[in-house]
């Protein structure tokens, strides 16, 4: 049976197929965290042994910076499919993934100091990846603020997703801050991000946590989605005969 995928374009028909998948994004965020965590912090060899056991921060701290930036280019990409084609729902996704996306930011920077400051002795330097992970907080929140100041929700969705777009120039940068062809070149404290190295229980800890974390990012940017809607749709006919439905 062919499935016409474009009519979940709308939100009306998008609504409900949101809610559906909303219970399997969340149990599996759930069961992915649980595992990635325990075999990260329990049954990973102690290979670290000059720096004991805050090691196991990075269990968290990696699947958080990965989602830090993925969120960041899929907001992007959401942001152009609404310009391109000028669809409600695509702005409405790009805003939902916002918060989620400045949550995984803030949390890659805030389990990144402790890692610094038992690692480097210093919670913050300003170091070429520390630097642009906090530039890209801020055009989360740049983007959240930009939404938020203009009433009319077509030219606040539009300025909004010009802004995302500019700012994913950020994310390349990010990646090559630590990730220079030549390390000379590249002033950081942070270690090159390349997986080649790393032990291979730690590296599925690490795969499994952030798939995790992949779960989780769905199932709230998938409720988050259905509260725009909801607010945005709140005088059409299909969202009051839902209420009538749900009193």
């Known amino acids: ?23 399997f994004f969340g149990w599996s965020a759930l069961i992915f965290i649980v595992v990635g965590l325990y ?10 042994s000059d720096q004991k056991q805050y090691y196991r921060i990075l269990y968290v701290h ?25 669809t409600r729902l695509s702005y409405m996704m790009a805003a939902a993934i916002a918060p989620t996306g400045a949550l995984f930011t803030f949390l890659t920077l805030w389990t990144g100091a402790f890692w610094g400051k038992t690692s480097w002795g210093t919670y913050w330097d300003w170091d070429p990846r520390m630097t642009t992970e906090l530039i890209l907080l801020f055009l989360y929140i740049g983007y959240m603020a930009l939404q938020s100041a203009i009433e009319d929700t077509r030219r606040s969705d539009k300025a909004s997703a010009l802004l995302a777009v500019v700012g994913l120039v950020l994310i390349p940068v990010i990646f090559w801050s630590v990730n220079c062809p030549d390390p000379n070149q590249c002033a950081a404290l942070h270690q090159q991000s390349s997986m080649k190295h790393v032990e291979s229980n730690i590296r599925i800890a690490w795969l499994v ?36 439905v749900k009193q």
């Open 39 to 48: 075999w990260g912090f329990f049954e990973t060899p102690e290979l670290l």
């Open 62 to 86: 990696v699947g958080a910076a990965w989602m830090s930036m993925w969120l960041y280019v899929v907001l992007v990409i959401w942001a152009l499919i609404g310009l391109v084609f000028n």
């Open 1 to 23: 049976m062919k499935i016409n995928w474009f009519k979940y374009a709308a939100p009306s028909t998008f609504y409900p197929l949101a809610g559906k998948m909303i219970p």
């Open 209 to 244: 946590t952030a798939i995790g974390f992949w779960m989780f990012a769905f199932m709230v940017t998938l409720m988050r989605v259905r509260n725009i809607i909801l607010e945005r749709d709140q005088y059409t006919n299909w969202v009051q005969k839902l209420l009538e």
